[in-house]
Structures are given as structure tokens and as C-alpha cells.
């Protein structure tokens, strides 16, 4: 049986629409496939339709279980489709959190309990919640491979350090590797900011990436508010087509670089993701041409300090800046303006003002 968390301290990054869809995609093609819901928010279990307050028999009460009062694992696992089936979460499951986390022993819990699993399955899925701390950290403890999502609408990968330190005392500590893998999740081509993202997390995972790439795909969205997958919701969406994509890749399992390579790799690219990145802009409909000139390209007006224009009749540019202080002004038409959304600035030599910008 292999063993797959998605993990991710970051919300919203696609986590368990990845577990539920990932998981649907392997029973498609044939495999006997067990998703554990290790989120208290119980997203996983709301997304196939299961209402984790109703239920007695749950991951939390797995993990809670003591002596006599055993409760049996294979009454906690619910047959969702022939293939597919579930462990929930129950909100309780936050309790834990803060309870176990000074008890060391607690972290073989979930191992224990997946040893106990009698039906033979083929994949074992975890989604787990938006946090690094016990819960995260057991699921990790326990799989074989990790896939991290990372989303491309915003700037995703400041935090991924922590998670990857997680995985490496894991390795030091507990002796025991886990295969990384980065999955672009959330992309948009039509948006560039989306390419730009992509540069940087292929940068930061290289092999370490999955090649399958998740589009934004509203099904995704839709069939976990209907508790499908979109498997059964959309079978023509390219949100299922992605999902079957990346099952299919998993099963071919040919990404297995060593994670000492990739965390070398990993490190320079946390070192740069310190920079910071700033969006400026300027609403001039009129305008025909806007630079942005500053400390940071010496103030040269050039084709590379020329801002992008929205259909709106706004202007902007997005800089990725080291913490510090800059001096700036914008070039409209010719005519050198502070900027006016900017309400800190100072007097310049020429008798006029240049705006400030504090990055700590
Ligand atoms: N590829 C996608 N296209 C469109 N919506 C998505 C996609 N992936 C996730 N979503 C939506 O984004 C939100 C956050 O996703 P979710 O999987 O719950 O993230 P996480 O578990 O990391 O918090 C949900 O509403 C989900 O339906
Ligand atoms: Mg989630």
C-alpha cells in the first residue's frame, strides 16, 4: 500500500480538492484507494457528501481510542463507491492538536491505525489540515510521499521552508524519507502572473514537480459543493481530465530524486522568496506611455520600466524588491509625477517630490 499525504500549511491552495480528486482518478483506473480525512474542518468528508457531526465512527475517534474501549477501524471506513472509500474527519479532531502535541508516542498513532486496516488497499490518501503541527506532522510520519500544492495566483511559496523542515527532521529524527513533490495547482495561462509563479515553483522543485498541471477549473469547485468528485460530476471537465493526469502519473512513480538534492535546491529558492514582491500602479486613462523610474533600476526609462496597461485605463507594474528603502516617481507622457496613491514622500534636489517606499 502506498501512502500519500497532501500537505500544505497554507488555506485554499487546493489540498483537498486534490486528495478527493486524486483519490476518485486512482479508483478509476482500477486501484482500491482509501482516503483519510485528517482535516477538523472535515472538508473532504463535506466534498463526497458525508456530514462528519452525524458520525460516531471517525478518524478522531481512531486517534482517541484507548484500552478496552477500541473502536473497530473497519466500522469507521465508509464505502463511498466500490474502489473509493473514506475515513472522516469530526470537528473534534482540533482537540487533538493541542492535547498530543507533548506526547511523542502519539505521533505512531496514525501509523498504528493504518496497520490495523484489514482491507487491502492499493493507495491510501491524506488530506491534512492548514497547519504544521500534529496532525500534519503525523500524516507526514506515516506516508510515503508527500504532494504539496502550490498555487499560482499569488505569491505561494514564502511558509513551503517550514513545511520542508517538517519533512526533514522527520528524515533525521525518525529515520524515515518520504519522496517530495511540488504540484502546480490553481493555474491560469490567461493570467500572467500565473506563467511568472510557474517560473519560480519550477525553479524551486525541478524534478521534484510533478509535470501534470492543475488548471483553474470551476467543476472542481462545483462538484465538491454537489459531494462529488468531479469525476462524477463533470467526467469532460478539465478539471477531471487534470486529475486523471496526474493519478496516471503517480502510478507511472517516476519522480524519486533524493531529498537531499531537492532541499539544496529548496534553500536557494527560499533565500530568494524573501524578496518581496510589489505591485505598483497608476490610474491615468488618458495617458500614452507610463515608466516607472527609481532607486531600483537607476532611474533609467527604458522599455523595461515601461508599465503594462489594464483595460480599465489602469496602469501597473509588478517588481519583485529586496526589504529596504526606495525612492520613486512615474513618467507620464514625459512628465515626471510622485505617486499619488502614495501618501509618503520626500523633497528631491530638482525642487519637486519623490515617493518612498519602506519594504521591512
Ligand atoms: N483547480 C481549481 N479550480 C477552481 N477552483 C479550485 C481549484 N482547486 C481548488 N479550488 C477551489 O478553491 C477552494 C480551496 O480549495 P481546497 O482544495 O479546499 O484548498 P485547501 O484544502 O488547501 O484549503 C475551494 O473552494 C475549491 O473548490
Ligand atoms: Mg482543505
Redesign the pocket.
Known sequence: MRIIT?A?Q???????????NLAASLAHLGKKVLLIDL?PQG??SF?LGVDTQKRDYSIYHLMTESGNKKTDVQKCIIEYRRNFHLISSHVLLSTIEQEFSDKPNAVMKLNEIIKSIKTPYDYLII?SP?SLGFLTFSALRASDRVVI?I?TSCFSLVGLNKLLSMIELIKIKLNHTTIVNGLV???DRRVRYSLLMFEEIKKCFRDNLMDTI????????E???FGKAALEYKRYSA?TK?YLKLADEILKDNKIRSLNKFYRDTETLIARSKSILVKFALHSPEAQYVYLVGDFNNWALNDNSLLDRSESGGWQKNLTLKPGRYKYKFVVDGRWIHDPDNPHNEDNIFGSLDSVLNLE
Open positions: 497532501v500544505n497554507k488555506g485554499g491552495c487546493g489540498k483537498t480538492t486534490t486528495a478527493i482535516d472538508h473532504a466534498g488530506d492548514p500544492p498555487e495547482t490553481l493555474f492543475i488548471r483553474v477549473n470551476i467543476s472542481l469547485r462538484a465538491a459543493s478539471g487534470d
